[in-house]
């Protein structure tokens, strides 16, 4: 498949077969306290692309700048779509749906991107993928790793969940704990392969993290009968799903299968919010210490940021920032409404869309089309409900303590 690169800041074109990051023009004129700059994007052969529209059906790889090898054998998308009876007829909008990604083989919305990088891979006959993770991109690629046979090395920081943690292990990567941030553990991945080599596949570092991540809104288009959501709600840290999501429609658009990307809808906590603060000021300020629970999502310089901005302004989308509790408390709501298990990172698209709902219903009407994006498991963080919930204590083990039961 024809591709080039384009700099999503200035514009540089490179064509080239090599494996590429940033652009390189931007990224030796980084300012340092802003944004991360030189994000590239994938851009396919505007012939090719266009010659899909005569397609009854499309599918991610149809967009795929690297064919996958052996796609059952690490089987990434069609996650199921639930509309959650109960949630409808509570918020009264009979066109919600909620999009399982925690359904992918580790658990997560990672598997998008790392399915991509390991074609990347493969392709390049390169053996050793390195990144930095919150959690969920480590244990994608690790799955991936297994699945393939690539040598995974990982750098997290050591406060990472353990169940992500002890999933990478498992699967079989090099994971190195890192006394420090997320960000830190970014810094110390990319020096890693600047000094031993193989494929960088930090997210929005490697521009094909965006482009595996872009086969939700593909997928998507399809399972809701070729037609898009009005709105789509996408939890944000870093922002490369969002720019995955909005890739993915922009391509469909340049495709001409469709004329309009749907409003993208950024949610953030209030406790780790750059690129919604970036989305309203214009500026693109890093956030010092960022807190939130939701690890997943809790970033200070988002590596895609000024991505995720143009892709909500492009989107005609806008920000929504909830408080923890609200993430705490729609995590329980689906888990108990909807039979929906999500990591807290995943539930703070639901709190965005709750907050937002009388804004949409304004907007668009009851019968407004609402995506909501769940991008984790709960499995992931099960210490998020220490001192919330109790497993009840035991019974003792006869028929009169059965009888004794208030239920
Ligand atoms: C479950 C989950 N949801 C949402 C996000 C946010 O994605 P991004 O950092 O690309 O904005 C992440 C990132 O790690 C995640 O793991």
Redesign the pocket.
Known sequence: MKFKYVCHDCGREYVTDKIMYLCPECAAHQEKGTFMKGVLTVILDDEYIKSLKKKEHVTMYDFFPYEVPDRETYPVGNTPIVRPKRLIMKYGLENLVLKLDSQLPSG???DRASQLVAAQALHHKINKVCLA?????GAAMSCAGAAYGLDIILFVPETAPINKLMQSVLYGAHVVPVKGTYDDACLLSVEYSRLKGGINRN??YNPMTIEG?KSISIELFEQLGRTCPDVIY???????????VWKGFADLRQAGIIDKIPHIVCCQSEKSHAISQAFKTGKFLPMDNPTTIAD??S?SA???GRM?VYGIKDSEGWCVEVKDEDILSAQLELTREAGVFA?P??A?AFAGFKKDLDNIKQKFGEKVKATVLL??TGF?DMAVFEGRVEVPKAIENNVEAVKNLPF
């Not at 939890?235 to 799903?241: E, F, N, Q, R, V």
């Open positions: 997560s919305f990672k993770s919150t959690g969920n991109a997210t929005a991540k996408v939890p944000t840290g870093d922002g490369c799903i969002l720019g995955g997943s999502i970033v988002p590596e895609n995720a990591e990172a995943a703070c991008t984790g992931k």
